[in-house]
C-alpha cells in the first residue's frame, strides 16, 4: 500500500488491506478497518483500541476526569457521558446508567423526531403565520387606500357643500348690490335732469336781466318755489357679513371619525399539534427510557386529552342569580325625598349627596363617616369619585366641577354659557360631564383630562342631538367596553354611544302598555358591560346587555323609589331611594 495515496480523490479502503469500504472503524486510532483486518489490528496491545461499524465511528469518548479511559457508560441522573471508574465512585452512587450507544441511539431518535417536527409542522406553521402577516399588511394597505378616499371624497363633498353656500350668499350680495344700484340710478337721474333745468332757469335769468323787452320780461315766471323743494334722501342699509366661529371640535365631529383600532395579541390563535411519541421498540424497554421523559409523555398525553375532549377556558362573566336579593339597607341622614346620588368610594364605605350643601360618607354598616360642605354652599348636582379616590362634584349655579383632594376642595373646571350636570370618572381617569347650555336649548357631554377638554358629544352623524334639551337629570356611566350611557329622563331613553362619540343605540323602555312612562335616571355598568337603569315611576331596575337588549329587572327587592345606582368592585349594586333616603345593597350576580 502506497502511504503516500491521496484518500481524499479515492473511495474508503482498509488502512491494513487496502480494501475498498471497509466496513469498521478504530474510534481510538481512527482508521477504516475491513472485518479480516479488525483481528490483527487489535493484536497490537500496546495500545487501547475500539472497534466499531463504520456507521458508528465517533461514539468513543474520552472521560473528562480519567483522560486514559474511554466513557462506555452515560448517566442519566447527570445527563452526561462517563467511564467504568466513574461509575464505580461515589459522586454516581446510586445513578442509573446505560451503555453510551443505547443512549447515542436515543439522542439520534430525539432528533430524528425534532427533524421531522421542524421539517413537517414547525417550519410550515411559521411560514403559515408568516404569509399571514403578509396577507394582514396588504390588507393595511388596501384598507388606508379606501379610507383615505372615502375621506377625500368626503372632503370634497363638504367643499361642494361650502362651496355652493359661498356661491348662494354671493348671488344673494350681487341681487341686493343691483336693486341698491337701481334705485340709486334712478336717482341720480332725476337730480340731473332737476340740475339741468336749473342750469337753464340761470341763463335764462340772466338773459333777461340784461333785456329791457317789457313783454318778455312780463312772461317770467320764477320755478324757486320748486326748486326749493330738494329731493329726499335715499338711506340704504348695506348687508354685512357675519361669520360664524369656528369651532375646530365641532368641525372635526361633524366631518367624521375613523373608529378606534386595535391590536390583540392571542396566544392561542395558532396551533400545533401535540407530538405524540412511538411507543417503544421491544429492543428498548420501558424501564431504560428516562424517568423524565416518562413524566414529560405523561404530560402532553394530558393536554391531547384535553384537546381532544373539546375543553375550553370557563367564561369570566358572572351569571345572574334567578332572585336578586337586598344585602343592606342604610339609613342615612337626608331629609324625606332629597336623596339623589350615591357612589362607591371603596368597597366599604360610600359618597352621597342630595338636596342640600353637604355630601356624606357611610359605612356599610351605616356610619356617618365623614361630612363635606361644598365650597359655594351650593347643593351639589352630582358626585362621582375618581380612580385615585378623590371625591368629584358639579356646581350647577356656579358652574364649575370640584375635586375634594383630602380635605381641600380645588375647581378644575370652570364653565362659561354652560353649566355641569352629572359626571362620571372613566377607567383611564378622565371625566366625562354633562352639561346645559345657559338658554337650556342645548345638552353634550363632553370629557375632560384634568381641566382640558379632550372630547365633546352632541351630535349623531346626521347632525341631530343625542340627547334632550332640557332641566331634567341625565346620569352618566362608561361601560366596561368603553361606551358612554346616559340616562335621558326627558327623552325618556338610555342613549349610549361609543369611545368616538358614535351613536350605538338608545333604549326606550318595554313596550307593555300597562306599565308607567319609562323615564330613566340613575345608571351603572357591570364587569360584563351589562347597563343598568333605574326606573322609579315602576319601582325597578333595569339590566341591559351591551348591545341595548334588555335582560331582566330587578323588581323583588321591594324597591320605592330608585334614584341612584352605583357599583362596587365585587359586583354588587347600591341603590339610593327617592322617598326614604335608604341606601340598599342588592346581590344581583352568582359568585
Not at 412511538?278 to 427510557?289: A, F, G, H, R, Y
Request: charged content about 25%; overall charge negative.
Amino acid at each position: 500500500m502506497d502511504p503516500s495515496r491521496n484518500w481524499a480523490q479515492d473511495v474508503l479502503r482498509c488502512h491494513l488491506c487496502d480494501t475498498p469500504v471497509p466496513p469498521m472503524y478504530c474510534d481510538i486510532c481512527h482508521i477504516h478497518l475491513c472485518k479480516a483486518c479488525v483481528g490483527e489490528h487489535l493484536s497490537d496491545e500496546l495500545k487501547e483500541h475500539k472497534v466499531v461499524s463504520f456507521k458508528k465511528r465517533g461514539s468513543t469518548t474520552r472521560c473528562p476526569n480519567h483522560s486514559s479511559k474511554q466513557c462506555e457508560l452515560y448517566c442519566q441522573n447527570c445527563d452526561s457521558p462517563i467511564c467504568a471508574t466513574c461509575a464505580s465512585s461515589e459522586e454516581h452512587q446510586g445513578h442509573k446508567f446505560i451503555e453510551i450507544l443505547k443512549s447515542l441511539e436515543s439522542k439520534k431518535e430525539e432528533m430524528q423526531n425534532d427533524l421531522q417536527e421542524l421539517e413537517k409542522s414547525i417550519h410550515p406553521k411559521y411560514q403559515e403565520i408568516a404569509s399571514n402577516i403578509s396577507v394582514q399588511k396588504d390588507e393595511i394597505k388596501e384598507n388606508s387606500q379606501e379610507l383615505a378616499s372615502a375621506i377625500d371624497k368626503h372632503g370634497e363633498d363638504m367643499h361642494r357643500e361650502i362651496d355652493i353656500i359661498i356661491a348662494k350668499l354671493k348671488s344673494n350680495l350681487g341681487e341686493i348690490e343691483s336693486k341698491h344700484l337701481t334705485v340709486l340710478n334712478e336717482h341720480e337721474q332725476e337730480i340731473t335732469h332737476t340740475i339741468s333745468e336749473i342750469t337753464q332757469s340761470i341763463l335764462d335769468l340772466n338773459k333777461l336781466l340784461n333785456s329791457n323787452d317789457v313783454s318778455i320780461i312780463s312772461a317770467y315766471e320764477s320755478r324757486n318755489a320748486e326748486f326749493r323743494t330738494l329731493p329726499p334722501k335715499i338711506t340704504l342699509s348695506l348687508p354685512m357679513f357675519t361669520p360664524f366661529g369656528i369651532d375646530k371640535e365641532q368641525l372635526r365631529l361633524q366631518f367624521g371619525s375613523l373608529s378606534a383600532s386595535s391590536i390583540k395579541t392571542e396566544e392561542d390563535e395558532y396551533t400545533m399539534d401535540s407530538p405524540v411519541a412511538e411507543p417503544p421498540s421491544p429492543e428498548k424497554p420501558l424501564t431504560d427510557v428516562p424517568k423524565i421523559i416518562q413524566n414529560i409523555n405523561t404530560e402532553n398525553k394530558h393536554s391531547l386529552l384535553n384537546i381532544n375532549q373539546g375543553n375550553k377556558p370557563s367564561p369570566s362573566g358572572r351569571p345572574l342569580i334567578g332572585a336578586p336579593k337586598v344585602i343592606t339597607a342604610i339609613n342615612t341622614g337626608y331629609s324625606d325625598s332629597t336623596l339623589r346620588s350615591v357612589v362607591c368610594h371603596t368597597d366599604d364605605d360610600l359618597w352621597t349627596c342630595g338636596e342640600d350643601k353637604i355630601m356624606r360618607l357611610y359605612s356599610l354598616k351605616g356610619e356617618l363617616l365623614k361630612s363635606v360642605k361644598t365650597r359655594s354652599g351650593n347643593n351639589p348636582y352630582d358626585i362621582a369619585v375618581h380612580r385615585n379616590g378623590d371625591l368629584v362634584y358639579t356646581d350647577y349655579k356656579e358652574s364649575t366641577v370640584n375635586v375634594m383632594k383630602n380635605t381641600q376642595i380645588q375647581t378644575v373646571i370652570r364653565l362659561k354659557g354652560w353649566s355641569p350636570s352629572n359626571v362620571c370618572s372613566t377607567s383611564s381617569g378622565n371625566l366625562l360631564v354633562v352639561m346645559i347650555s345657559d338658554d337650556v336649548k342645548q345638552t353634550k357631554v363632553v370629557r375632560y383630562s384634568g381641566s382640558i377638554r379632550k372630547q365633546v358629544i352632541q351630535y349623531n352623524s346626521k347632525g341631530k342631538p343625542l340627547y334632550s334639551s332640557d332641566l331634567y337629570t341625565k346620569y352618566i356611566a362608561e361601560n366596561g367596553n368603553l361606551d358612554i350611557c346616559v340616562s335621558d329622563h326627558g327623552a325618556q331613553a338610555v342613549v349610549v354611544v361609543n369611545q368616538d362619540g358614535n351613536f350605538r343605540f338608545t333604549y326606550t323602555g318595554p313596550l307593555s302598555t300597562t306599565d308607567e312612562p319609562f323615564n330613566p335616571v340613575g345608571i351603572a355598568t357591570d364587569r360584563q358591560s351589562r347597563v343598568l337603569t333605574a326606573d322609579p315611576n315602576n319601582q325597578r331596575i333595569h339590566i341591559l346587555d351591551k348591545d341595548g337588549q334588555i335582560i331582566r329587572y330587578i323588581d323583588n327587592c321591594h324597591l320605592r323609589g330608585p334614584w341612584g345606582l352605583c357599583m362596587d368592585t365585587r359586583g354588587n349594586l347600591f341603590v339610593a331611594e327617592l322617598p326614604t333616603c335608604k341606601v340598599k345593597k342588592i346581590l344581583y350576580l352568582e359568585g
